[in-house]
C-alpha cells in the first residue's frame, strides 16, 4: 500500500464484493434439493483509527483538525461534544467536495477511497 496507494490495492476488492452483491453466491441444499442463489453485501468495515483512515482516503495523523472519519467536527468540538450533531455527519457529496479541495487542514480528506464504489 505504502508503493502503489490503498486503492489499488482496494480495487479487486471492491470489485469482487460488487460481484457478489450483484450475483450472489448459488448453492446447493442437500436437504430440499435445490439450489439457491445468496446475495452478499460489505455490512460494515471495522478496524483501528490508522488503518481505517489509510484506507478510506483521510489524514492518518490524530492532531488533524478533522480527526473523525464519520462527521466534520473540528478537534475543539470533539473536546465538548457530548451527543451526534446530524448536520456534522460526512455525506456522499461532502466527502467528495473535500477530496476535490484537496486541503487536508479544511477537511482531513486527502483522497477518494475505491470504497466509494461499491453498490
Not at 460494515?44 to 488533524?64: D, K, P, S, V, Y
Amino acid at each position: 500500500m505504502k508503493i502503489c496507494g490503498p486503492n489499488v490495492v482496494l480495487k479487486p476488492i471492491v470489485v469482487e464484493v460488487n460481484h457478489l452483491y450483484e450475483n450472489g453466491v448459488t448453492i446447493y441444499d442437500q436437504g430440499l434439493g435445490e439450489r439457491k442463489n445468496i446475495k452478499v453485501a460489505l455490512g460494515t468495515l471495522r478496524g483501528e483509527n490508522l488503518g481505517q483512515h489509510c484506507i478510506m482516503g483521510f489524514a492518518e495523523g490524530f492532531t488533524a483538525n478533522f480527526p473523525c472519519i464519520m462527521c466534520s467536527m473540528s478537534k475543539e468540538e470533539t473536546k465538548t461534544a457530548v451527543s451526534e450533531t446530524p448536520k456534522k455527519i460526512r455525506s456522499q457529496y461532502q466527502l467528495v467536495r473535500d477530496a476535490e479541495l484537496m486541503n487536508l487542514s479544511a477537511s482531513s480528506v486527502k483522497f477518494l477511497t475505491y470504497f466509494e464504489k461499491l453498490t
